[in-house]
């Protein structure tokens, strides 16, 4: 099916490529200077999910506690991987993230993975 509309225009051709490293105070840094900082909700929702799943470890196998403790952690979880995608879709499409949506205002962006960030850290 195709379809043509007058109100959608289509994105300009952009030359312009970003180089995009992960760091440890911030969640990402791009070449242009700009910085992300970590989003804070998740330390709330992996709380929930470390006392729910203490909670489901102290039921009895097979009783129907355990289930509904079962079943409370996989919500929490199933919560942390959409909140988990939508902050990735917002931080790539939408301007009010870098003060730019990176994928609608670069051509190119190189994500620069070599770093072992957890060595860095422990230092």
Known sequence: MLVDSPGIKPLSQLSKAVRI?????????????????N?????????????????????VKGSQNREKARLEVARIQAS??????DFLHK???????????LHRFYMVSHIDASLNLWGCSQS
């Open 91 to 101: 931080l790539t499409t939408q301007q009010n993230c870098l003060s730019k949506g």
């Open 80 to 85: 942390i991987s959409d909140a988990r995608k």
């Open 21 to 37: 490293d992960a760091g440890i105070t911030s969640l990402i840094a791009t070449s242009d200077g700009e910085k992300m900082v």
């Open 39 to 59: 989003p804070k909700h998740f330390n709330r929702k992996y709380k929930r999910l470390r006392q729910a799943q203490k909670t489901l470890s102290r039921r």
